[in-house]
């Protein structure tokens, strides 16, 4: 019980550091809504039976979007919460171009669990391009987008069947909108 009061003050913390963040999408949804999404991602795939994992997913931005020290993470939710979070934290001093090219490149040799929060935060992402694409990506910046992820996911594949066939569904969905939504323009 006391694992999931935790997962709860993860919740807090995220939705506390990322309170004036939004996703880039036209709807503008709260970035929480994200950091949860990825999080039960996770959860179900895990059958709930890892919450410092659950919580690592929940906070798996706030290094490297809202610059929470390493420090504080691993003082509040424990060291191994801290060193997945910053597992998956890309390296903002690479210039944008160098962070994608090493986001594929990496990932086979991450671990387990951090291929897990990745699986299902690339899954969040394609769903946002599905159902809420930001205003000013242009049917190719989609498309790149989604080629993009399924190159990053190529190097998390056999971390969890059933989250890669969540991320599968959700590439499928994603390119099913901009096919629907090019035909009508």
């Known amino acids: ?3 999931w009061v935790t997962v709860l003050r993860a919740a807090d913390a995220a939705a506390r550091w990322h309170v004036h963040q939004r996703r880039k999408g036209s709807a503008q949804e709260p970035y929480i809504n994200h950091l ?3 999080a039960s991602l996770v959860a179900e795939a895990t059958h709930g039976k890892d919450s410092d994992l659950v919580i690592a997913a929940l906070l798996h931005d706030a290094i490297e979007d809202c610059e929470v ?4 993470i691993a003082r509040e939710f424990g060291e191994r919460v801290a060193s997945l979070v910053k597992e998956v934290t890309d390296d ?3 210039a944008k171009e160098e962070r ?3 986001q594929k490149e990496e990932q086979s040799k991450k671990s387990k669990d951090a ?3 990745k699986l299902a935060d690339k899954t969040s ?14 049917v190719k910046r989609r498309m790149e987008y989604i080629g993009f992820a ?11 069947p059933w989250l890669e066939q969540q991320f599968d569904r959700a590439a499928e969905e994603a390119e099913r909108s901009i096919s629907v939504r090019a035909s009508m323009v």
């Open 100 to 102: 994608k090219e090493e």
């Open 69 to 72: 020290p390493y420090e504080l």
């Open 1 to 3: 019980m006391k694992e």
């Open 115 to 117: 291929k897990l929060i």
């Open 36 to 38: 949860l999404e990825v």
């Open 92 to 94: 903002k001093t690479l």
């Open 125 to 138: 992402n394609l769903r946002a391009v599905t159902f809420s694409p930001a205003p000013n990506w242009s």
């Open 150 to 160: 399924k190159e990053v996911v190529a190097g998390l594949r056999g971390a969890s």
